[in-house]
């Protein structure tokens, strides 16, 4: 198993440019969600998938945001346009069924110039 | 709406000395809890879960945890820490509210080990 597979790592961007964050969750989880990680507000739950149909996406900063999942083996993250103040790390996780823990990503540090 | 406070933002040990990062939560109902470990550069890693039952719970790495209902405690033990449990610990806290499953992790506690 690869774990949740997340791309890319880094990412420096302009303010202004678009940004596509990507992830490939674990084979078989039905339950995808989406993590912002900052120094200020800690770990914030953006959004939510259950079988590739948003359930929650009451966390998304704004509509500059956008979450989509398209199949069940992946998922995007795109900010337009992007915030110097949208710098952060961006987490995926999935789980197997509902309230089965959380498998994280490694991330995506994101940095807005 | 559900919380969790880790009172202790950063905590130092010495190796082989036992240790328990505090871990309160707020939930009308009965939760389901979780502890997470994060290296640096790295995503979360499940320590261990409580959702019913016996109230210690064995996670890996040696870990264990105890739900207090009555202290709305969910509170990390370790007898003897080594150098690589030097990490960033989260509790974190489960709901279902209106059909949403709901989970918010608390600020986290980074633990610094000293040699």
């Known amino acids: 198993d690869a774990g949740v597979i997340q791309s890319p790592r880094h990412e420096v961007t302009e303010m202004g440019q678009e940004v596509t964050l990507r992830c490939k969750p674990i084979?078989?989880?039905?339950?995808l969600f989406w993590y912002r990680q900052t120094m200020m507000r800690g770990l914030e739950l953006l959004i939510y998938?259950?079988?590739?149909?948003?359930?929650?996406d009451s966390g998304m900063p704004e509509d500059r945001f956008s979450a989509k999942m398209p199949n069940a083996s992946f998922s995007t993250l795109k900010i337009q346009p992007s915030e110097p103040r949208d710098s952060a790390v961006y987490f995926c996780?999935?789980?197997?069924?509902?309230?089965?823990?959380?498998?994280f990503g490694n991330g995506t540090r994101l940095t807005v110039t | 709406a559900q919380s969790v406070t880790q009172p202790d933002i950063h905590i130092t040990v010495s190796e082989g000395a036992s240790l328990e990062l505090r871990c309160n939560y707020s939930?009308?109902?009965?939760?389901?809890l979780f502890w997470y470990v994060q290296s640096p550069g790295q995503g979360l890693q499940l320590l261990l879960k409580?959702?019913?039952?016996?109230?210690l719970v064995q996670g890996i790495k040696g870990f264990e945890a105890e739900f207090k209902r009555s202290q709305s405690s969910f509170n990390l033990r370790k007898p003897s820490v080594h150098w690589s449990d030097a990490a960033e610990y989260f509790c974190?806290?489960?709901?279902?509210?209106?059909?949403?499953?709901?989970?918010?992790f608390g600020q986290g506690t980074r633990l610094t080990i000293n040699p």
């Open positions: 998938f259950n079988n590739n149909v948003p359930i929650d």
């Open positions: 996780a999935s789980s197997l069924y509902f309230r089965t823990p959380l498998h």
């Open positions: 939930y009308g109902a009965t939760p389901y």
């Open positions: 974190a806290v489960g709901a279902t509210i209106q059909g949403a499953q709901k989970l918010v």
């Open positions: 409580y959702f019913s039952g016996d109230t």
């Open positions: 084979s078989g989880h039905d339950y």
